[in-house]
């Protein structure tokens, strides 16, 4: 990695460091406007969350995550700086002319050639579709009847017990399936003419 350091010529480039693959960007349909929403006032402009606010203007880059261009090779055109994360972000060309912006795989270079599938080889850069949902950080669903008493209202009982109660009820104890769940009173009750038939 080719990091340039400046000579202490002025107060601003004192221990100043840049690396010199990342190039300036270009405009392009990836790169649009935000409104920085927040920055610690509520909404009457009150102060709520302190140390926060100002900051220097920022253009978002769309990021690729899916990586859904398959079996298509793509170039590396530019590694390139993003203000929104920690890491840098490169300009990919595929071959069909898609443009895309993706995270910067360690050891990158420009020119580097990178592709997506089911079939392509385990090379720094290549996606291929995840063995293990759990590693998304998906937990998986199970039926409230197989829970025990303290996690469930249909918890508990021995062996294949059925619920227990008139009818089934939510985690928290409220009634489900054939509930209705709309609020009584509500403002747009007047717009409803008649109930949609199923």
Sequence with gaps: MAIHLY???TPSTRNRTVDSRVKSNTR???IYGQH???KGRNARG???AGHRGGGHKRLYRKIDFRRNEKDIYGRIVTIEYDPNRNAYICLIH????????ILHPRGAIIGDT????????IKMGNALPLSAVCWLGKRPVVRGVVMNPVDHPHGGGEGRAPIGRKKPTTPWGY???GRRSRKRNKYSDNLILRRRSK
């Design 36 to 38: 920085r929403c927040g």
């Design 175 to 177: 009634p489900a399936l």
């Design 114 to 121: 990178i592709v997506s599938g089911t079939e392509v080889p």
């Design 94 to 101: 595929y071959g069909d002319g898609e443009k895309r912006y």
């Design 46 to 48: 009150i102060i709520t």
């Design 28 to 30: 392009n349909n990836l």
């Design 7 to 9: 000579k202490t010529s």
